[in-house]
């Protein structure tokens, strides 16, 4: 192995290098297989006044450790002899730590181990843990990708899990007796790409509900079979994950594009209700022109309760103004902000891997960073999947069936009214229709009665054209009646003149 891996050792700490250097006790006479550059044996040496012997491959690394040993070999653990370099040696502690899985053959190794361990010697061993809950994420994603360090370190040959680790150590000899685990955040580990809101909540469960979900390395402590040793029950639970997502702050100057070493970014809490995120800006002697914010490195439903910029004095700049169309309205990708329901707040669809927004800042605040500043959110992610799956089993049962009975009361009085109002359209359509027919009849009358009016008027007609006929006729008799009577009376006259 090429790489010398440079690991610091607080033995106050809770990572594997510390747990095992706790379990050495003081003036032990330790062989240390896999040394490195030493630091695990300076500690010993220095600290536990221990007698140390060690092998390391390493040859740049070896000239490292060599202070700390009384006898430090260069050797292949693949192919070295152990009793032929430490013949008659016998030693309370045997260290392999980090070492098993860089080895093809790893059981020809502890084969050799009980034959060098002084009576109730104990061999010491970390050991990754292929189950670690990261891992998996990643092979269910179809990735399985080397690193330089890690878990997937880029030389290791074997992957194991405690129980495989115990089997090999049986079959070579030796007992467990005692474990103990190293936990390791999933976002402090190297397996961030994956997405937990993403994966199906029942697979989430099973996933971070396992003990070792977050054990990421293994600390065994096994001696040999022959030996009447008691065994210390297994006992470790994983620590609840701490899902969270970044948000990301982009600042820019007037004609220059975003860039990410102008930003910073803070992390949120998935599945909390409520929080308070601060991303901080340094000090801007040219004033941006304007700030992006990134809600969130994912899909999912965000509550946005407030936002606020500050100075380096702690003095509030701007604040946000609570209303939807403020933040609606400014240029943005990847989400949409939802018609408020509430009296405060909105919900922001995030759709994509980098929903962002600018942000509705005026000019006379951003000048005001030329200190520095903070740019404060309170928000929560209450409805994202990863959520639900954390939560959904602690919902009572009797709730969720009060919940059923009540769906399906409201069911029937909705098939009773969907019942009613089908009964009440069906006399509506029979009124409609009889109504319909009314007017039809109607319709006729008003024909009927339009056809006679038109035949009462031309019968009225012809009664005044002889009525116009008949005063003509009228006065031409009246007229002939006049002329007569005067001609008569005439007549007489001239008669009685004649006899007077």
């Known amino acids: 192995m090429s790489h010398v891996y440079r690991r610091p050792l607080d033995p106050d700490s809770q990572d594997s290098l510390a747990k095992l250097a706790r379990l050495v006790r003081p ?35 070896a000239a490292e450790a060599v202070p700390w040993y009384r006898r430090l070999e260069c050797a292949d ?108 955040d999933l976002h402090e580990s190297e397996f961030t790409d994956r997405h937990w809101d993403a994966l199906p909540p029942a697979l ?28 210390v029950p297994l006992s470790f639970v994983s620590p609840p994950p701490e899902l969270r997502f970044a948000c990301q702050l982009f600042w ?18 998935l599945g909390d209700a409520r929080q308070c995120v601060a991303l901080p800006l340094p000090p801007l ?26 100075d380096a004095t702690n003095r509030l700049l ?21 018609e408020p329901v509430l009296s405060f707040g909105v919900t922001a669809l995030l759709v994509g891997e980098d929903p962002c927004l600018e942000l509705p800042i005026p000019p006379t605040a951003l000048v005001e960073l030329r200190e520095g500043g903070q740019l404060r959110l309170e928000l929560s992610w209450p409805m994202s999947l990863d959520y639900l799956a954390l939560v959904q089993d602690c919902i009572p049962r009797r709730d969720a069936e009060a919940a059923r009975v009540d769906l399906a009361r409201r069911e029937e009085a909705l098939k009773a009214s969907v019942t009613a109002l089908m009964e009440r359209n069906a006399g509506l359509e029979s009124a ?4 319909s027919a009314r007017e039809i009849e109607l319709e006729a009358e008003l024909t009927a009665l339009a056809t006679r009016t038109a035949e009462w008027e031309r019968q009225a007609d012809a009664l005044r054209a002889r009525l116009n006929e008949q005063s003509v006729e009228l006065a031409r008799l009246r007229a002939l009646l006049q002329r007569s009577w005067r001609e008569r009376l005439w007549a007489r006259l001239q008669r009685w003149r004649g006899r007077a």
């Open 285 to 310: 002697p040219t004033p941006p022109e304007t700030l992006r914010l990134d809600l969130a490195d994912r899909p999912g439903l965000m509550r946005l309760h407030a936002l606020a910029l500050y």
């Open 252 to 269: 820019r100057t007037t004609g220059e594009p975003y860039r990410e070493h102008a930003s910073s970014v803070a992390w949120g809490r």
């Open 204 to 231: 989430t469960r099973v996933l971070l509900g396992r003990p070792e979900a977050l054990v990421y390395q293994f600390i065994v402590a096994a001696t040999a079979a022959s030996e009447s040793v008691e065994a």
């Open 77 to 184: 653990l693949e192919r070295i002899e152990l009793a032929e370099y430490f013949t008659g040696c016998r030693y309370d502690f045997i260290i392999c730590a980090d070492i098993l899985e860089h080895l093809r053959q790893p059981g020809d190794l502890l084969a050799q181990l009980t034959g060098l361990l002084a009576p109730n010697g104990r061999v010491l061993i970390s050991i990754p843990n292929v189950a670690y809950a990261g891992l998996i994420a990643d092979l269910l994603a179809g990735e399985f990708r080397y690193r330089p360090e890690g878990l997937l370190d880029e030389t290791h040959l074997r992957f194991f899990t405690l129980t495989s680790l115990g089997r090999l150590l049986e079959q070579y000899g030796l007992q467990v007796i005692a474990v103990d685990v190293a936990f390791r």
């Open 27 to 61: 003036a032990s006479r330790v062989l240390d297989l896999g040394a490195g550059p030493g630091v695990l044996g300076r500690y010993l040496a220095e600290r536990l006044s221990c007698a140390l012997d060690g092998v390391e491959s390493n040859p740049a690394a």
């Open 318 to 338: 701007w604040e946000w103004d609570g209303r939807r169309d403020s933040l609606a309205t400014q240029p943005g990708q990847q989400l949409a902000f939802a």
């Open 432 to 435: 409609l229709a009889a109504r």
